[in-house]
């Protein structure tokens, strides 16, 4: 048998498994330049000697955990005794590197500015440089404190910069929105009432930055009152500031349900009118909004009972994501980075007995594109899709975007 036919035979029983394995594979898949796809699914172990253990000797996992827009970093919340209350996870570049771990000045809950994670936030609206941060990790030392502040805030960035040249021009002002429900001392009804939201204005000159404007706190969507009522669960801003996701809790027209409504009032306004625009029909964990692709709604990721999920606003529709793993069973809430990468941590196993294969814990990394619930629709449609799948160009692109941003290495 010749070497060319031994290869041939090779790569064409290899061709065979991934189909099965897989489904059909997109034609980019073959390719073996930067227009190659991603793998559909990837897994990330955590080393326990790092993080330490939960109470079933696996690796911890966070308990609330926020992506980064290129899926290079994760802060982490409730890390362990370990490694201390808030860590910046830096996941590598390649499958087979480990994770890297920064310590942080945070309280638990701490927060990303979104679009950028140009800064990152305190529970008390103490705002950090993510590359303070990156440099010095728990030596580092607050820029300015504003906006809304406590464990149940989140903020986005509505400046420019980032989505243009991103050349960062110096002096800049920087427009951050916050979103939080009102502070309760009543632990049981933490996490549930109406809404609020601020909006401040920032000088940055590169080194320093400070506050020079700012709305105060705002109660927001008075007029949904008669259809929502004004108690509201899980709410998630959007990256650019100009949405919301949450639950209402005692609506007056219909079931309590996952809705999007956007933020039409301008920044200094006394009241911010909401406009319904989306609901999902099912109550699961928070909502966590993607970036807008070529001036679509942007995509929503949750969990729900271990599965994680993307929601499609153009088309209504739900998916859920593939499992390549056995047992395994999301934990916290996901990320959507700006490429359309679903990562989130997880536990799973490597085989179906768990008599013999020890559970792992760590972060999933999955195409959303690639899964089997999505390539279903569109193949039950007689259409292409718009995108089959998300290529190793488009990630490249997007860590070299957040590193030169913040002036990282790469």
Same mark, same amino acid.
């Given at each position: 048998?010749?070497?060319?036919?031994?290869?041939?035979?090779?790569?064409?029983?290899?061709?065979?498994?991934?189909?099965?394995?897989?489904?059909?594979?997109?034609?980019?898949?073959?390719?073996?330049?930067?227009?190659?796809?991603?793998?559909?699914?990837?897994?990330?172990?955590?080393?326990?000697?790092?993080?330490?253990?939960?109470?079933?000797?696996?690796?911890?996992?966070?308990?609330?955990?926020?992506?980064?827009?290129?899926?290079?970093?994760?802060?982490?919340?409730?890390?362990?005794?370990?490694?201390?209350?808030?860590?910046?996870?830096?996941?590598?570049?390649?499958?087979?590197?480990?994770?890297?771990?920064?310590?942080?000045?945070?309280?638990?809950?701490?927060?990303?500015?979104?679009?950028?994670?140009?800064?990152?936030?305190?529970?008390?609206?103490?705002?950090?440089?993510?590359?303070?941060?990156?440099?010095?990790?728990?030596?580092?030392?607050?820029?300015?404190?504003?906006?809304?502040?406590?464990?149940?805030?989140?903020?986005?960035?509505?400046?420019?910069?980032?989505?243009?040249?991103?050349?960062?021009?110096?002096?800049?002002?920087?427009?951050?929105?916050?979103?939080?429900?009102?502070?309760?001392?009543?632990?049981?009804?933490?996490?549930?009432?109406?809404?609020?939201?601020?909006?401040?204005?920032?000088?940055?000159?590169?080194?320093?930055?400070?506050?020079?404007?700012?709305?105060?706190?705002?109660?927001?969507?008075?007029?949904?009152?008669?259809?929502?009522?004004?108690?509201?669960?899980?709410?998630?801003?959007?990256?650019?500031?100009?949405?919301?996701?949450?639950?209402?809790?005692?609506?007056?027209?219909?079931?309590?349900?996952?809705?999007?409504?956007?933020?039409?009032?301008?920044?200094?306004?006394?009241?911010?009118?909401?406009?319904?625009?989306?609901?999902?029909?099912?109550?699961?964990?928070?909502?966590?909004?993607?970036?807008?692709? !070529? %001036?679509?709604? /942007?995509?929503? #990721?949750?969990?729900? $009972?271990?599965?994680?999920?993307?929601?499609?606003? &153009?088309?209504? @529709?739900?998916?859920?994501?593939?499992?390549?793993?056995?047992?395994?069973?999301?934990?916290?809430?996901?990320?959507?980075?700006?490429?359309?990468?679903?990562?989130?941590?997880?536990?799973?196993?490597?085989?179906?007995?768990?008599?013999?294969?020890?559970?792992?814990?760590?972060?999933?990394?999955?195409?959303?594109?690639?899964?089997?619930?999505?390539? !279903? %629709?569109?193949? /039950?449609?007689? #259409?292409?899709?718009? $995108?089959?799948?998300?290529?190793?160009?488009?990630? &490249?692109?997007? @860590?070299?975007?957040?590193?030169?941003?913040?002036?990282?290495?790469?």
């Amino acid at each position: 048998m010749s070497v060319k036919w031994r290869r041939f035979k090779s790569a064409w029983a290899w061709g065979v498994w991934a189909v099965a394995f897989w489904g059909a594979i997109p034609l980019q898949a073959q390719d073996q330049t930067d227009e190659a796809c991603i793998p559909a699914l990837s897994y990330l172990p955590l080393d326990a000697r790092q993080v330490g253990r939960d109470s079933h000797g696996n690796a911890a996992l966070g308990t609330y955990e926020r992506i980064s827009p290129d899926g290079r970093f994760i802060l982490r919340s409730y890390s362990g005794a370990q490694v201390g209350k808030v860590t910046l996870m830096e996941l590598p570049s390649a499958v087979a590197s480990s994770i890297r771990l920064y310590r942080t000045p945070f309280s638990n809950e701490a927060f990303p500015v979104q679009g950028t994670w140009r800064y990152l936030v305190d529970v008390s609206g103490e705002h950090y440089r993510f590359l303070d941060i990156f440099r010095s990790q728990a030596d580092a030392k607050p820029l300015f404190k504003g906006g809304m502040t406590g464990f149940y805030a989140a903020a986005s960035e509505m400046s420019e910069g980032p989505n243009g040249s991103n050349k960062v021009p110096k002096p800049e002002r920087v427009q951050i929105r916050s979103l939080s429900w009102p502070q309760n001392a009543d632990p049981d009804g933490q996490g549930v009432g109406p809404l609020q939201i601020a909006t401040i204005e920032v000088q940055d000159d590169g080194s320093t930055a400070r506050v020079v404007t700012t709305s105060g706190a705002r109660f927001i969507c008075g007029g949904r009152t008669s259809a929502d009522g004004n108690v509201y669960a899980l709410p998630m801003l959007s990256v650019d500031g100009t949405e919301f996701s949450a639950i209402p809790q005692v609506p007056r027209v219909g079931q309590p349900s996952m809705r999007v409504y956007g933020l039409g009032a301008a920044p200094q306004a006394k009241a911010h009118e909401c406009d319904l625009r989306a609901d999902l029909g099912l109550s699961p964990g928070k909502a966590v909004f993607g970036f807008p692709q !070529d %001036h679509a709604s /942007a995509w929503l #990721a949750f969990s729900d $009972l271990g599965h994680v999920y993307v929601h499609d606003r &153009a088309l209504r @529709r739900t998916f859920r994501l593939d499992h390549a793993k056995h047992g395994v069973l999301a934990s916290a809430f996901p990320g959507l980075t700006r490429d359309g990468r679903v990562i989130y941590g997880a536990t799973w196993r490597d085989c179906a007995d768990a008599k013999t294969c020890p559970e792992q814990a760590g972060y999933v990394v999955a195409d959303p594109y690639q899964s089997q619930a999505y390539r !279903d %629709h569109w193949r /039950a449609a007689g #259409a292409k899709p718009p $995108l089959s799948c998300i290529t190793q160009k488009a990630v &490249a692109a997007e @860590r070299a975007r957040f590193a030169r941003f913040h002036g990282l290495p790469d």
